[in-house]
C-alpha cells in the first residue's frame, strides 16, 4: 500500500489545539498525513512531503516595513518559525498551503508586503469575522485555484485583520473579492504554492475546499520521500 504523503502544519501555541484536528482531517481526506508543527517542536523539511502554514495571530510588520499597530496581538517566535520553513520550502521545491496568515506568510516571504488594516486599505470590502461561509469570492481567470476551485463564485470564510499588498517575487492574484481586496495568492508555475485568505479546513462540507488541500496531497505525492513517523 502507498505511504500516504506526510504534510507538515504549523499552528499557534494558543489556538493550534483546536485549529491542527481541523486541518489534520482535511489532509487526511485528501490521502495526506498531517504532523503539527509550532514554537518548540521539531520543524526540519526534510522529514516531510508538503507543508500547511496556518492561521493565527498577525504578522508583524516588522517582517515588510509596516508599521506596528498596538491592538493587535503578535507572536514573534512564530513569525520567525515560518518565515524560515516558508523561505526554505519555496527554494527547496516543497508544496506549500498558506491559510490566512498562512498566505501573507507566502508573500511576506517572497518579499511582499501587507497591508496590516486591510478594511481600512479596501473599504469597499465588507468587514467579517466569521468561521461561517459569509465573503463572496470568486477565482480569476486561468489561476491554478480556478483549476482546483472552478470559477463560480464562492462563500468563504473571513478571520483576517490583514491582507496582501504588494506581491512577493512570482507570484500572481488568484482570487479577489468585490472591494478589490486579494483574497488568495499563487505561484503561477510547479512547484505547488497557495495562498488563500480564508479557512478552507472550516468548509470541509464544500467540494471546492476539499480540492484546496486535495491539490495540496497531489502535489506533495508527486515528490513524496515520506519519512517514518
Given at each position: 500500500m502507498t505511504a500516504r504523503p506526510r504534510i507538515a502544519v504549523t499552528t499557534s501555541a494558543r489556538s493550534g489545539w483546536r485549529i491542527f484536528p481541523l486541518v489534520a482531517l482535511n489532509v487526511w481526506l485528501a490521502g495526506g498525513r498531517a504532523?503539527?508543527?509550532?514554537?518548540?517542536?521539531?520543524?526540519?523539511?526534510?522529514?516531510?512531503?508538503?507543508?500547511?502554514?496556518?492561521?493565527?495571530?498577525?504578522?508583524?510588520?516588522?517582517?515588510?516595513?509596516?508599521?506596528?499597530?498596538?491592538?493587535?496581538?503578535?507572536?514573534?517566535?512564530?513569525?520567525?518559525?515560518?518565515?524560515?520553513?516558508?523561505?526554505?520550502?519555496?527554494?527547496?521545491?516543497?508544496?506549500?498551503?498558506?491559510?490566512?496568515?498562512?498566505?501573507?506568510?507566502?508573500?511576506?516571504?517572497?518579499?511582499?508586503?501587507?497591508?496590516?488594516?486591510?478594511?481600512?486599505?479596501?473599504?469597499?470590502?465588507?468587514?467579517?469575522?466569521?468561521?461561517?461561509?459569509?465573503?463572496?469570492?470568486?477565482?480569476?481567470?486561468?489561476?491554478?485555484?480556478?483549476?482546483?476551485?472552478g470559477r463560480e463564485e464562492m462563500l468563504v470564510n473571513a478571520l483576517h485583520t490583514q491582507a496582501v499588498d504588494r506581491l512577493g517575487r512570482g507570484l500572481r492574484v488568484a482570487a479577489e473579492d468585490a472591494g478589490g481586496m486579494i483574497q488568495a495568492i499563487e505561484r503561477p508555475g510547479p512547484p505547488f504554492a497557495l495562498g488563500v485568505q480564508w479557512h478552507p479546513e472550516h468548509l470541509f462540507y464544500q467540494a471546492a475546499q476539499r480540492r484546496i488541500f486535495a491539490a495540496l496531497v497531489r502535489a506533495a505525492a508527486g515528490r513524496a520521500v515520506t519519512a517514518p513517523a
Open positions: 504532523v503539527r508543527w509550532g514554537t518548540g517542536r521539531a520543524a526540519e523539511l526534510n522529514t516531510v512531503d508538503g507543508l500547511v502554514i496556518g492561521g493565527g495571530d498577525d504578522i508583524s510588520p516588522a517582517l515588510y516595513g509596516g508599521e506596528i499597530r498596538a491592538e493587535v496581538r503578535l507572536d514573534p517566535a512564530r513569525d520567525a518559525l515560518e518565515r524560515r520553513l516558508a523561505e526554505e520550502a519555496l527554494e527547496r521545491g516543497l508544496p506549500v498551503l498558506g491559510i490566512c496568515r498562512g498566505a501573507q506568510m507566502l508573500n511576506v516571504a517572497l518579499g511582499g508586503t501587507l497591508h496590516a488594516d486591510a478594511y481600512a486599505a479596501f473599504p469597499g470590502s465588507r468587514r467579517y469575522r466569521t468561521i461561517l461561509p459569509r465573503r463572496r469570492v470568486r477565482a480569476c481567470r486561468g489561476t491554478l485555484l480556478a483549476g482546483i476551485a
